[in-house]
């Protein structure tokens, strides 16, 4: 099997690439958010365009925090069970499973 690469066509992709790149991380920027203490893991959901946080048995209990993408500020913040450690996102079913590490359980947060 033989594979021709037509060199012009490849270096203008090069070139487009890294043109994509340089203009990309030049308007990149970080904004810092302030959610719940030790926060330990995160997840995002496409549709609502909210964030969710799990905060690991941060000073006002075991939370989650969720951050609209729009805004980038907390606008709730879910108390679950002990020692909120794994989070996940199920878009089918709207659904966020937070792993409670200390009580050994999993919570459910539904949008």
């Known amino acids: 099997m033989s594979i021709r690469f037509d060199t012009k066509q490849v270096s203008l992709f090069a070139i487009f690439i890294l043109l994509t790149l340089t203009l990309t991380l030049n308007h990149a920027y970080a904004t ?36 609209s993408d729009a805004t980038n500020t907390v606008t709730e913040i879910i108390t679950v069970g002990s020692g909120p450690a794994g989070i996940a996102f199920d878009s089918n079913k709207g659904e966020v499973f937070v792993a409670n590490n200390v009580s050994g359980t999993v919570s459910v947060v539904s949008g």
């Open 32 to 67: 810092t958010i302030a959610v719940g203490s030790n926060p330990t893991d995160v997840t995002f959901d496409s549709h609502l365009n909210e964030v969710f946080v799990s905060n690991y048995d941060s000073g006002s209990g075991n939370t989650v925090s969720v951050i």
